[in-house]
T-cell receptor
Framework: GNSVTQMEGPVTLSEEAFLTINCTYT??????LFWYVQYPGEGLQLLLK?????DKGSNKGFEATYRKETTSFHLEKGSVQVSDSAVYFC?????????????FGSGTQLTVLP | DAGVTQSPTHLIKTRGQQVTLRCSPI?????VSWYQQVLGQGPQFIFQ???????GRGNFPDRFSARQFPNYSSELNVNALLLGDSALYLC???????????????FGPGTRLTVL
């Protein structure tokens, strides 16, 4: 079956530090890959996406590259801000499946200190 | 434009009771999906509906059921509640057009269900 594995948190960084959150996946076919962010007390927001191998998704200074050879989609940001504190979820969907449901990782809590 | 809305925001029930959660998708979106997010975990897929038909179902018992109405809103019902059903229930809507590499899902704020 499909699965997503994220690095365990929590992750605590100082403002302006470099961020990496690792994500690897298992899936048949050619999944689309996503990073979602969840701020306290809110639902999930799509942060970025990539739909085919070697695609790079980017948004708000965050980037992730779809690496099919290593089945990875690691999230990076060069300089984090306090406002980036949230829970980050890596997810995949298989376009060929009829339900197109998202399969999520367990999430990584990020805290950025001033 | 309004995003995905869910009601109620919070709900407290006791074991054995039944609960109904409601979701209104973004205007024009025809697909609604439901997810369960237990504290400290990622969301787990429960159902997806498209044009009032069930398109997919996750690994949840028959106590969980859902439906979609002609206006594309949706209800999730859970019968015979267990303590383990305590979670944040998220609804997501999407345009869901065929042939797309993906259909972006827009999530609502969720309904926090506590079962005592």
């Amino acid at each position: 079956g499909n699965s997503v594995t994220q690095m365990e948190g929590p992750v605590t960084l100082s403002e302006e530090a470099f961020l990496t959150i690792n994500c690897t996946y298992t899936a048949t076919g050619y999944p689309s890959l996503f990073w979602y962010v969840q701020y306290p007390g809110e639902g999930l927001q799509l942060l970025l996406k990539a739909t085919k191998a070697d695609d790079k998704g980017s948004n708000k200074g965050f980037e992730a590259t779809y690496r099919k050879e290593t089945t990875s989609f690691h999230l990076e940001k060069g300089s984090v801000q306090v406002s980036d504190s949230a829970v980050y979820f890596c997810a995949l969907t298989r376009p060929e499946s009829s339900a197109r449901q998202l399969t999520f990782g367990s999430g990584t809590q990020l805290t950025v200190l001033p | 434009d309004a995003g995905v809305t869910q009601s109620p925001t919070h709900l407290i029930k006791t074991r054995g009771q039944q609960v109904t959660l409601r979701c209104s998708p973004i205007s024009g979106h025809k697909s609604v999906s439901w997810y369960q997010q237990v504290l400290g975990q990622g969301p787990q897929f429960i159902f997806q509906y498209y044009e009032k038909e069930e398109r997919g179902r996750g690994n949840f018992p028959d106590r969980f059921s859902a439906r979609q109405f002609p206006n594309y809103s949706s209800e999730l019902n859970v019968n015979a509640l267990l303590l383990g059903d305590s979670a944040l229930y998220l609804c997501a809507s999407s345009l869901d057009f065929a042939g797309a590499a993906y259909n972006e899902q827009f999530f609502g704020p969720g309904t926090r269900l506590t079962v005592l």
